[in-house]
């Protein structure tokens, strides 16, 4: 079993133990196999690690590995002629009644083999390791029909598998209507998605099952059918929610105890107030307003004041997000959406584990699982105040490098 020490270093536990970011200075940080097995100020180092291969940090910043807990990194062709759409006015919800938006990805996805797709999503995961990421969501949604939604989960638990990140999938089946079922959303659950997540389930393909409320979308009542069926095989929940309307969306998931309710922008205080009686996260996606050129921002103020949890991600996608940098996230969130950067740094360590249902990771704490991110600055703010710049000095996954 692998031992290694790592001294003098800054360490940002991110515990929320009442110290900014949890800093401690001057600190040490020993790792038996892959778990921190302790972590304090050097100078209380216990006996029993100080034989140690000790490695000097020369006063680094440490972190948790960084965490995208909402992504869409696996799928087909791109979206590129619908951006210049948008610049010419067109708004999202235009562009997906004329064929675009989801659908048109949907055409690109089933004609790719799952290597196709593997290999497409390739670049984009590594940019993120590239990043100090080490646990990522990864949705499926980009099929609608059986064969390509099982092709999705599949290319995605085989990153998990070929790369040194933690995959963690979620069913999206219910994201969009395709365009054999147009008018008729329930004979598409009835039909395509809940069987499907059903051989999703039994193939060991799904973590959680996600879904998108919303007007151009499915409506409440249809997304219940899907969580329902998610209850049944004992899968948590999450929900796309309150992009572009408030449909109530989140106090839904809320009910079923989801995970999250992501996006956001249009959530009400008695949305807020069912997340926070239910624990559920909030996960706010930077990259999609500042695409889309929304100018309603989430209540982040709301959210504080009835202390629901907030977790940032990229929410890589071909369309309303092509953003594949965790880092430029947390600059946004601060920038677009006025969060601390403290808050912007917990939104993807400990938040982010919570929104993906990782008790083990998110914060440097004795006992979690040893992934961690090195970063040549020597304070947590430099992670959010930079743009376009990556700062990483390394990477520690599961103890190793």
């Not at 601390?340 to 699982?369: F, H, I, M």
């Amino acid at each position: 079993m692998s031992q290694r020490l790592l001294t003098n270093a800054r360490l940002a536990t991110l515990t929320g133990n009442g110290e900014p970011y949890g800093l401690i200075d001057g600190g040490a940080l020993a790792i038996v196999g892959d778990t921190i097995a302790w972590i304090g100020e050097a100078a209380h180092l216990p006996f029993r690690y100080s034989a140690l291969h000790a490695e000097d940090l020369d006063g680094r910043l440490v972190t948790p590995g960084l965490i995208d807990c909402h992504t869409h990194v696996v799928f087909g062709g791109d979206r590129a002629r619908e951006f210049e759409m948008r610049l010419q006015g067109a708004t999202y919800e235009e562009v997906a009644r004329a064929g675009g938006g989801i659908v048109s990805t949907v055409s690109a996805t089933r004609s790719a083999s799952e290597d196709d797709l593997f290999q497409a999503a390739l670049p984009r995961v590594d940019t993120l390791i590239g990043e100090g990421v080490t646990a990522i969501e990864i949705k499926s949604g980009y099929g609608l029909d059986r064969d390509t939604e099982l092709r999705m989960l599949r290319a995605a638990r085989r990153i998990g598998k070929e790369r040194p990140v933690l995959v963690r999938t979620s069913f999206l089946g219910a994201h969009a209507i395709p365009p054999e079922y147009k008018n008729r959303a329930d004979a598409y659950l009835t039909e395509v998605c809940l069987p499907t997540l059903e051989a999703a389930h039994a193939e060991g393909l799904v973590d959680a099952v996600d879904g998108f409320c919303e007007g151009i979308a499915f409506s409440p009542e249809q997304i219940a059918r899907v969580f329902d069926k998610a209850k049944e095989l004992g899968l948590p929940v999450k929900l796309h929610a309150e992009q572009l309307s408030n449909l109530g969306g989140a106090a839904l998931a809320a009910s079923y105890g989801a995970l999250s309710a992501d996006h956001l922008e249009y959530l009400d205080e008695a949305g807020i107030k069912a997340m926070a009686a239910s624990g559920s996260v909030a996960v706010l996606l930077p990259g999609a307003f500042y695409t889309l050129r929304e100018t309603q921002q989430p209540p982040l103020d709301l959210l504080r004041a009835h202390n629901v949890p907030v977790a940032l991600a990229t929410d890589c996608n071909p369309g309303s997000s092509p953003l594949a940098s965790l880092l430029l996230t947390l600059n946004m969130g601060c920038t677009l959406f006025r969060m601390t950067p403290e808050e912007a740094l917990a939104g993807v360590t400990r938040e982010a584990a919570r929104a993906l249902g990782l008790d083990g990771q998110g914060t440097l704490e004795a006992g979690k699982r040893a992934d961690l991110a090195v970063w040549n600055v020597s304070h947590p703010a430099e992670l959010s105040y930079r743009i376009g710049f990556n700062s990483l000095h390394k990477r520690i996954f599961g103890g190793s490098e």
